[in-house]
């Protein structure tokens, strides 16, 4: 990767890969404890625009396991810089003048084999164009809803949000009720977590609390994992969660940012639809 990293940019990058180092291993060791040695492999890529030598617009990391427990879950780390298409840096955040730009983060995906362990997404990213700031979030996507799982997801991540700003928890979980919605349908595709974007006040308290929102996520999701992983299921929850997988698959393909940023961007496809299950249903 041949970009040229400011001390910023490097200490984002450098943190949100050493995150995917430690929820690779969490996730890893789930399924040690259900009998599997299911691993995550990583596959490197490097970013494609034209006129840009290989590794030239940085790059990033695939990671992907399918497992006993987790039937597919991709954690995928990136860095990536160029200038967008004039068209598309008219529609974001103070790159309408100067298509410049610069990104690093964190993706997650989790597709369970369980329909009574939740699917979870999660993301913390940095981003440089005339301006520079910080985005995220995380959310819990059950098929079959649990009372007490919703409430612990919720609760740790408010406590996060509360140990920064007493007013973040409220935003920005209604900002993720109002984003994780699918208006052709009329519904939510999951129980909500909490969604944020443009952070730019003060780059040390606004990286802080982007790190702890990835700090809070293994203590928000790891625990449901492991209360509901060797539950049994019927054929009709099963059925249940590949109709709601399909519920979800149409909303990371039409209505979510991320995924047309990175097709936009000349990310690699695997990586940025690694967010779609293995399998779903329509009926």
């Given amino acids: 990767m041949t970009l040229t990293l400011d001390s910023r940019q490097q200490a984002a990058r450098d943190w949100f890969e050493s995150l995917r180092t430690r929820i690779c291993a969490q996730f890893e060791a789930i399924e040690r404890e259900a009998g599997s040695d299911a691993r995550f492999t990583f596959t490197p890529w490097d970013r494609e625009a034209p006129g840009l030598a290989p590794g030239e617009g940085g790059g990033g990391v695939r990671g992907v396991m399918k497992g006993r427990i987790f039937e597919k879950v991709g954690v995928n780390v990136s860095t990536v810089g160029g200038a967008f298409a004039p068209e598309f840096a008219r529609t974001i955040h103070g790159a309408g003048e100067d298509p410049s730009f610069f990104a690093t983060g964190i993706s997650l995906v ?9 699917a979870v997404h999660m ?32 609760a740790t991540l408010k406590a996060a949000c509360d140990a920064h700003d007493p007013e973040y928890y409220p935003r920005f979980k209604a900002w993720a009720d109002d984003y994780f919605f699918i208006p052709h349908r009329g519904v939510h595709r999951g129980v909500g977590g909490i969604f944020y974007d443009h952070l730019e006040g003060d780059f040390d308290a606004d990286f802080a609390f982007t790190r702890a929102v990835g700090e809070s996520f293994l203590e928000a999701f790891a625990p449901i994992v492991r209360r509901r992983m060797n539950e049994s299921w019927s054929e009709e929850e099963y059925r249940a969660m590949l109709e709601w997988r399909g519920r979800y698959a149409e909303f990371n393909l039409v209505h979510d940012r991320g995924t047309l940023f990175g097709l936009k961007t000349g990310g ?12 779903a249903s329509w009926s």
Avoid: Q
């Fill in 268 to 279: 690699n496809i695997d990586a940025i639809l690694m967010s779609l299950p293995p399998m």
């Fill in 123 to 154: 993301n913390t990213r940095y981003l440089v164009t005339s301006k520079s700031w910080f985005g995220g979030g995380a959310d819990l996507n059950p098929p079959l809803p649990r009372e007490e799982d919703s409430a612990h997801f919720h």
């Fill in 110 to 118: 989790a597709h369970m084999a369980n329909p009574h362990v939740p």
